[in-house]
């Protein structure tokens, strides 16, 4: 049985990102960069259907994050990957907010040192931006280092963090 993606758009700053959920949470969220098609790519089983009063809910909590109200998000998430990616994916969600970890941080949180390279794959696997917080992974030298949403949004959302950070 195919597996049915509710989608709709939640505007950033002008820009269109497009996010979608099964029925059990959410599943994606793209960037600015990123068009429809690259939603449909990860699921390419699934039959897409825009549904906005399904995702008001995601679109309402991105929103009060992005305006720098809440710093945690407690909608369901509904993500398919590896045991190693999710490891990584929980790892990246104890990362406190306006914090930053470098990928050696990570590999080491999960037990494994020298699989930096591998948790960077990982991380650039990650089908949740914002909501499972890649963003907040930088180089060891402190450098912003690749972000499937660009470099400007890895900023950007970083800088807000830092605005809004309350600790």
Known sequence: ME?????DIL???????YISATDEGLCYVGSPEEDFESMVKRYPAAI???NPEA???????????????????????????????????????????????TYSDIAEK??????????????GANPVLIT???????????ALTGYRGGIAMKKHLLELEKTHCRS
Not at 11 to 17: A, H, K, S, T, V
Not at 110 to 123: E, L, Q, S, Y
Not at 132 to 142: E, F, Q
Request: hydrophobic share 40%; aromatic share 10%.
């Open 3 to 7: 597996q049915k993606i509710n989608w």
């Open 11 to 17: 505007l950033l700053e002008g820009n269109e990102i």
């Open 55 to 101: 995702l008001k809910p995601y679109i309402e909590e991105l929103t009060e994050y992005l305006e720098g109200r809440i710093i945690e998000f407690s909608m369901p998430v509904d993500v398919k990957g590896t045991p190693f990616q999710k490891a990584i994916w929980a790892a990246l969600k104890e990362i406190p907010y306006g914090q930053t970890f």
């Open 48 to 50: 897409f259907e825009k």
């Open 132 to 142: 499972v917080p890649c963003h907040r992974v930088i180089g060891k030298n402190g």
């Open 110 to 123: 999960i037990g494994k040192p020298a699989a930096v390279r591998a948790v960077g794959t990982a991380i």
